[in-house]
């Protein structure tokens, strides 16, 4: 049973008992790293749409009547839960004002409740909300209310005692000792000797609401495979970089200590390599009692992981967020059918809580940079709309309201980034979500703050370019180059803050505001005038040296001139390789398409060369990595932003200029090299599929487009109108 999506994804604002009704919140006496809880409700006869409101803080796993409800995992979604007084950033006191919310899950559970006296058990841990190794907003908490028509019962009176998981790091892993402890703790009916009453108190200010994001759950299961042993642990190998963790079965006659660690390679003999374990690390202590084991707080990021040899994995439950693939992609280019599997594989690794997160380990952020990077293609090739919607107000939270400072992730935790690229996911989400789906609403809820945040650009501009950002915090512009930064943080991000001047110029003549728009125009004018000032090399025509992707930044914005273009194609031909970052991939790959120069975006995305992505398939990845040469993370989405791009360039699915949620369509195919190719994409209009095939002197190509939808067919000079239903025919 899946939560229950109360409003349709929109966001509705409670007060508490609004929400929540007379319950309270409870908490243990004392600070634990997992409580087990249990309660008794009365129910008249009358049960038909009995439900329950929830929030378990961090995580929680619900019980009733010794049943657990629903197959969600790690509820509830991760926001900005509320203030965190006297939190400390780098030894000095915050100082900033954000907002806050806490959204609530909603469970029908009619079929497991009766009449009379029922039972409540939740099983709470401690997440991001409670973690030790992060920035605790306080200790594990929950409240409850359950009601029908003739029912109306809250969270006041429960007990509790301490949980089997002793210690957890929610990026890291678990202790749990197993050892003596009632697995029927849930139960109606169990030994309670141990338990106290838990302890009410007030939670802090917050804005309590429900969402259609939709939750994690185990996706699939995989065999692990044995490749290589020592005394003491067997190494297994599940074939694919996941999200996740194994069932553990104690073997006959054992018990002790169980201990598995985790890694995404392995070495040449099998062993797992030591770079990429990321300090995940789960440990049971287990008697012959306790002979199936998982976590239950916690998911690893891994392909490899070791067991002690008293214990042997089952099965490994692949782990992320409930969204369904909704698109298709294979050719004859190996190199593109693996970033297009790569990419998919790497984006739902990074889905869990409602986050779209960096990595799925190391930090497990919602890192604004990678996220706007990436938003798009998740939106096209993803059921994603809720998720995305829940994020960008995500976003909108993590603003400072007194200065207008937008954090590198949201919801916020400390971290580093950067202004433009980071900062302007504030304006890059919203937009493409409507431009993906057609939608108003967040965008014109978020518009007065990206008003605010151009502001707070302004005010760390020198000479109208931007230099600085909060007093202490990175100022990053491209990140994760091959070779050493070398193109000017300034520059990209001014290039972003131009880039959504455009873009909230454009949402100001849909909104209505067109007031806005001469000082955004003039605004324009001023920090492109700064660039071309700061940038520009009027004796080469190149911007900022042709650097690392620069003339693709300002040929984005429709700067330079016909050498710009020369430079950067003939940079780009000569190597045969991407020199950027994670910004400027996307970039010039897109500027190449845009531009006539299909062919050579071609030539990098299928590179062979070192700094390609066909150096991490042929190093046996499953998905992408942080870095073009492997360094640290392998399974970093952002470098497959380009991804999106097989979609609206290669297999030429678009939208028209004038079009937003792809009302009027367009089918402009870009083969360059490759000799055949299919896909499809399930669109707000309904599934666009297309396929092509280079034959001797001509292309056939097989359309497919909704009933009752149409589309333009450019190829060339070779156009046709397309109508609903199949469209075969060769040119």
Known sequence: MSKIN??????????????????????????????????????????????????????????????????????????????????????????EQTAHRLYVTEYDISPYVHGGEN???VHVGTGWYADRMELKFGDICLCWRIYNSQNDIG????????????????????????????????????????????????FP??????????????????????????????????????????????????????????????????????????????????????????????????????????????????????????????????????????????????????????????ERRGYTGDGQLTCEAAMLLLDAKEFYRKWIYDISDCQDRLTGHVQYTAPYTHSGGGPGGWGCAMVEVPYLFYQTYGETGPMADLYPQMLFYFQYLDAHSEEDLIVSDRPLEWCLGDWCTPDPIAIPAPYVNNYFYIKSLYRVKEMAATLGYVQDIPLLEEKIRIKTAALIKAYWDEKTGNFAGNVQGANGFALDLGLGDERTQRNMVEKYRASGEYDTGI??????????????????????????????????????????????????????????????????????????????GYENLRIAPCPGGIECATGSLLLPCGRVSVSFEQQKDAVSFAITLPEGKTAAFVWGKHDRLLQGGENRFIV
């Open 205 to 362: 200010p917050t804005d309590y609401l429900f969402s259609a994001c939709p939750a994690d759950g185990v996706i699939r299961t995989l065999q692990p495979k044995e490749i290589a042993c020592s005394e003491e642990y067997t190494v297994f190998d599940v074939g694919e970089n996941i999200t996740g963790y194994p069932i553990i079965r104690l073997k006959e006659g054992c018990e002790g200590e169980v201990c598995l660690l985790f890694a995404e390679t392995a070495k040449e003999d099998g062993h797992l390599c030591e770079t990429t374990m990321h300090k995940q690390k789960e440990v049971f202590l287990t008697d012959a009692l306790h002979p199936l084991m998982h976590p239950r707080f916690v998911w690893f990021g891994f392909r490899y992981f070791s067991v002690t040899n008293n214990a042997y994995p089952i099965e490994c439950r692949v782990i992320h967020t409930k969204t369904d693939v909704t698109s298709s992609f294979a050719s004859s280019s190996l190199n593109l059918n693996w970033l297009y599997d790569a990419y998919i594989r790497t984006q739902l690794c990074n889905m869990h809580t409602g986050i779209p997160s960096d990595c799925p380990h190391l």
């Open 583 to 660: 910004f400027g991939t996307d970039v010039v790959t897109r500027v190449l398409f845009e531009r006539g120069e299909g062919e050579l975006a071609i030539q990098l995305l299928t590179s062979e060369k070192k700094n390609s992505f066909s150096t991490m398939r042929v190093a046996g990845a499953t998905t992408l990595w942080e870095y073009w040469y492997g360094k640290r993370s392998h399974s970093h989405p952002m470098f497959g932003a380009v991804t999106r791009y097989l979609f609206r360039y290669i297999l030429g699915i678009q939208q028209t200029k004038d079009s937003v």
């Open 6 to 95: 109360s409003n349709n994804g929109v966001n509705i604002q409670m007060q508490f008992h609004e929400m929540f009704g007379q319950a309270r919140w409870l908490k243990p006496t004392s600070p634990c790293s997992s409580a087990v809880t249990r309660g008794k409700f009365l129910l008249q006869d009358n049960l038909v749409n009995t439900r329950i409101r929830i929030v378990g803080l961090g995580i929680f796993e619900l019980y009733i009547n010794g049943n657990p409800v629903g197959d969600d995992l790690f509820l509830p979604l991760n926001t900005d839960f509320h203030e965190r007084p006297g939190m400390l950033i780098r030894n000095l006191p915050f100082g």
């Open 155 to 202: 969270s006041t009176d429960m007990i509790w005692k301490e949980g089997f998981v002793k210690d957890c790091v929610y990026r890291m892993g678990e202790t749990q000792d197993l050892r003596g402890f009632d697995e029927n703790w849930m139960a109606e009916e169990t030994d309670t000797e141990g338990y106290i009453s838990m302890l009410p108190f007030d």
């Open 119 to 121: 039972t409540i058990a």
